[in-house]
Antibody, heavy 124, light 107 residues
Framework: QITLKESGPTLVKPTQTLTLTCTFS??????????VAWIRQPPGKAPEWLAL???????RYSPSLRSRLTISKGTSKNQVVLTMTNMDPVDTATYYC????????????????WGPGTLVTVSS | DIQMTQSPSSLSASGGDSVTITCRAS??????LHWYQQKPGKAPKLLIY???NLQSGVPSRVSGSGSGTHFTLTIRSVQPEDLATYYC?????????FGQGTKVEIK
């Protein structure tokens, strides 16, 4: 059974750096084909994909946020970390991590399992 | 970025009705299109992957179709538990993008 859970601060001040941790179980990020993504969702809006890290350390980012984001494997084998610099009130959102799935026939990638999310508010 | 446009933005259906949600991509994405259901206060849940494949555990009255730029999600015999917002998402190219959502209300 695959599970993921996000953790980190619930409140950050403008200009501060946000660090979120995704702790997962049921799969290994060192196994071929595995990936973990971060997605955020401002209140009342659609989800926005932020970044993805693959088992081979390949990293992909949203171009509009690339200069502010870093995704990495955590010091613990079952963790992925997202850092976002220079936080602003518009970054207030629920942040999710998700396990990447892949359709073997089409090689399409999708977000198969999601964590419950963590609400981050940016305010002074 | 590939833009994903859903229609309608919201709909209201009576129990037992069939509902169809459309998702259009700004360019061809082959079949790299997925559908998620999000209930209030919960994380999105995968329903359909690669346009038409039913995720394990999802009832068979849910189906998806399409390829290229035009996709549909159909829910037959709508039930009260189908009250949710539905999102399409493409993974053809980075950045992965979502539609704006379709809110389904049950009369």
């Amino acid at each position: 059974q695959i599970t993921l859970k996000e953790s980190g601060p619930t409140l950050v001040k403008p200009t501060q750096t946000l660090t979120l941790t995704c702790t997962f179980s049921g799969f290994s990020l060192s196994s071929n084909g595995v990936g973990v993504a971060w997605i955020r969702q401002p209140p009342g809006k659609a989800p926005e994909w932020l970044a993805l890290i693959y088992w081979d350390d390949d990293e992909r980012y949203s171009p509009s946020l690339r200069s502010r984001l870093t995704i990495s494997k955590g010091t613990s084998k079952n963790q992925v970390v997202l850092t976002m610099t220079n936080m602003d009130p518009v970054d207030t959102a629920t942040y999710y991590c998700a396990h990447r799935g892949e359709d073997s026939s089409s090689v399409a990638e999708y977000l198969q399992h999601w964590g419950p999310g963590t609400l981050v508010t940016v305010s002074s | 970025d590939i833009q994903m446009t859903q229609s309608p933005s919201s709909l209201s259906a009576s129990g037992g009705d069939s509902v169809t949600i459309t998702c259009r991509a700004s360019q061809s994405i082959n079949r790299n299109l997925h559908w998620y259901q999000q209930k209030p206060g919960k994380a999105p849940k995968l329903l359909i992957y690669a346009a038409s494949n039913l995720q394990s555990g999802v009832p068979s009255r849910v189906s998806g179709s399409g390829s290229g730029t035009h996709f549909t999600l159909t829910i037959r015999s709508v039930q009260p538990e189908d009250l949710a917002t539905y999102y399409c998402q493409q993974s053809y190219s980075y950045p992965w993008t979502f539609g704006q959502g379709t809110k389904v209300e049950i009369k």
